[in-house]
């Protein structure tokens, strides 16, 4: 309100603007009315709030306890490092495809469904499921690229799934599958990026701790049931069971320790992968974007990937004016290009 007395004192000499002086006396009044009101009534909308959150966080762990029950478990369970994950394999062909989901996804298997059934016909498909993710236990352990990398390869090795493999992986999946090929080369056939986060982007991103934590305390009290289920399942070919099992496990994970920390995490592990460089043995195959839902403009987005891909003979890149869960809107072209791929690439 100091501005509005200045420009008062301002107008005095002025006959003209003279008139506007009891005018400003008057919302300076009205002002703190309104102030002594709203100070008022103000616990009224504090003691609202405590309820309205208390209520919602006990239904949530009632409702938790409920789904729970109805939840039909989907793979097999493993140990590695003291908490649970999950393995989901299906198919019985002599390649050997591994699965590994973008961040945030509160059920890899079910999201990646669409390509699993299809490609399943031909390959051998395995979805594993990090910790904190799908049917796995949640973990408050490192979540450094590498760690996460050799939970991956133990939980693999407990379910008796032998490489070598040929990786799918989308988004921030790029820095595990790039530290994958780096350190163990002898197990990867071949590398397909479904729209990667490239370890560049992650330079160019802005981090907004303060944000993910209130997201993360926003999914525990439950608000999270307030949604619509299109903020988080983007599958729209999954049955009416599957959608529910699918909500049941957004409410129950989303977001988890282990998504927290990843998220914390992922500027450092995307700078200690930079520097790794795609084996020029090992054919790899890049779906990219038109950006949307990346937080980059497209010309940004796809700009990442040329740069990856330049002066690489083995890696080709194949854009689509589609957003980044692209293997959803366009999952008919990216089956056919993996199978054409992959058929390529035992040719070669």
């Known amino acids: 309100m100091w501005i509005l007395f200045f420009c008062i004192g301002k107008l005095d000499s002025s006959i003209l603007l003279g008139a506007i002086k009891p005018l400003a006396y008057r919302l300076y009044f009205l002002y703190n009315m309104a102030m002594k009101k709203f100070k008022q009534y103000s616990w009224i ?19 938790l306890q409920k789904e729970n029950k109805l939840l039909v478990p989907i793979g097999k369970k493993v140990v590695v490092n003291g908490h649970q994950m999950n393995v989901y394999v299906q198919g019985e062909g002599s390649e050997t495809i591994v699965f590994l989901s973008g961040a945030g996804i509160a059920s890899p298997i079910l ?25 796995s236990e949640d973990s408050n352990q490192s979540r450094d690229v590498m760690e996460v990398l050799s939970e991956t390869r ?10 070598p493999y040929v990786i799918i992986s989308h988004s921030m999946a790029s820095l595990e599958s790039l530290a994958w090929q780096e350190k163990y080369p002898n197990e990867v056939t071949a590398v397909i990026g479904l729209d990667w986060a490239l370890p560049a982007s992650y330079e160019d991103l802005k981090e907004h701790p303060k944000l993910m934590t209130l997201a993360y305390w926003t999914s ?9 289920e299109s903020v988080y399942l983007k599958n729209h070919d999954l049955t009416d069971s599957e959608r529910r099992q699918y909500r049941f ?19 450092e592990n995307a700078h200690k992968v930079s520097g790794f460089t795609i084996d020029s043995k090992i054919p790899v195959l890049l779906f990219v974007s038109n950006g949307e839902g990346t937080g980059f403009s497209q010309s940004e987005w ?17 854009y689509e004016d589609a957003p980044h869960d692209l293997y959803h809107s366009k999952k008919n072209e990216v089956v056919s290009q993996i199978n054409s791929f992959l058929h ?3 040719l070669d």
């Open 344 to 346: 390529q690439s035992r």
């Open 249 to 267: 496990l957004a409410y129950k994970q989303l977001l988890s320790k282990a998504m927290l920390n990843e998220t914390r995490a992922v500027k």
């Open 154 to 163: 133990q939980a693999l090795s407990q379910a008796e799934v032998s490489g």
């Open 302 to 318: 796809q700009n990442y990937a040329k740069g990856f891909a330049r002066n690489r003979s083995n890696v080709q890149v194949v």
């Open 220 to 228: 525990k009290v439950g608000l999270l049931r307030y949604f619509p």
């Open 45 to 63: 909308v504090f003691v609202f709030l405590i309820l309205f959150l208390g209520g919602t966080f006990a239904f949530h762990r009632l409702s």
């Open 111 to 135: 999201d990646f469904k669409n390509l699993t059934d299809s490609l399943s016909k031909k390959y051998k498909i395995v979805v594993v499921e990090r910790a904190g993710y799908g049917f």
